[in-house]
């Protein structure tokens, strides 16, 4: 009779490597980390408020915001109870899998065994690579760290220029290639081949550009 072994036997404690999101924000240049603005009338009384720009819990223009979200590694501790073998791994199911005492035995969590470790120092090391891969890879963790971090040196005013000025290129350059398109639409001398060759000019090199430039202002207001 075959006898099947697993890396983790029953009552065996282990630390589960996972990873969360946490909400950052980067340094802030208007208040430099105290995180309160002062403000002087002008009768000398002397004020203090919170900053707009990040201790505000609530912002009109998050363009300008300095938070982000960012992967961060976890350990759980527990304690192996029950045990689901399976020689045949495919690409959906990662071998052996395990219940534990602390999430539930028979109806609970199940985790896969490549997800447990031994101690708590290697389970934290495999986090912080599975962190680590998150915020270089997936793609809306990457997108939003980067657009807050493109503003996070500007104080409030000059970030919220600078973002009014990169949206009115954006508009002039969408309605230069819109005109050019309309332009050799209306040539009274083009042909239909004509015309299909600029609406295929305009939807190879420019409409892709254009769609996501308007998708972003969309989400933006």
């Known amino acids: 009779m075959a006898t099947l072994t697993t890396k983790y036997s029953i009552g065996d404690v282990v630390y589960r490597a996972f990873t969360t999101t946490e909400r950052k924000q980067h340094p802030c240049p208007d208040c430099l980390g105290s995180r309160k603005w002062k403000a002087t ?30 992967s961060t590694p976890g350990v759980q501790r527990l304690t192996i109870g029950s045990i689901q073998v399976n020689t045949a791994p495919s690409f959906d199911r990662e071998g052996n899998q395990y219940m534990c005492h602390e999430t539930g035995i028979g109806s609970g969590s199940v985790y896969y065994e490549s997800d447990l470790h031994e101690t708590e120092e290697t389970a934290l090391f495999a986090a912080k690579a599975k962190a680590d891969l998150n915020n270089s890879t997936v793609e809306w963790i990457v997108k939003l760290y980067n657009k807050a971090l493109e503003i996070s040196d500007y104080e409030l005013d000059s970030a919220t220029l600078k973002l009014a000025k990169d949206e009115a290129s954006n508009a002039r350059s969408m309605l230069y290639g819109l005109n050019d398109l309309f332009a050799r639409i209306e040539d009274e001398s ?32």
Do not use: H, M
């Open 190 to 221: 083009a042909t239909k081949e004509d015309i299909l060759e600029a609406v295929d000019d305009y939807k190879r090199y420019d409409w892709s550009r254009d769609k996501e430039r308007a998708s972003q202002e969309t989400e933006a207001a």
């Open 41 to 70: 009338s002008p009768a000398g009384g002397e004020y203090e408020f919170r900053c707009p720009r990040c201790a505000a819990s609530y912002t009109s223009n998050n363009e300008v915001s300095l938070w982000y979200t960012a």
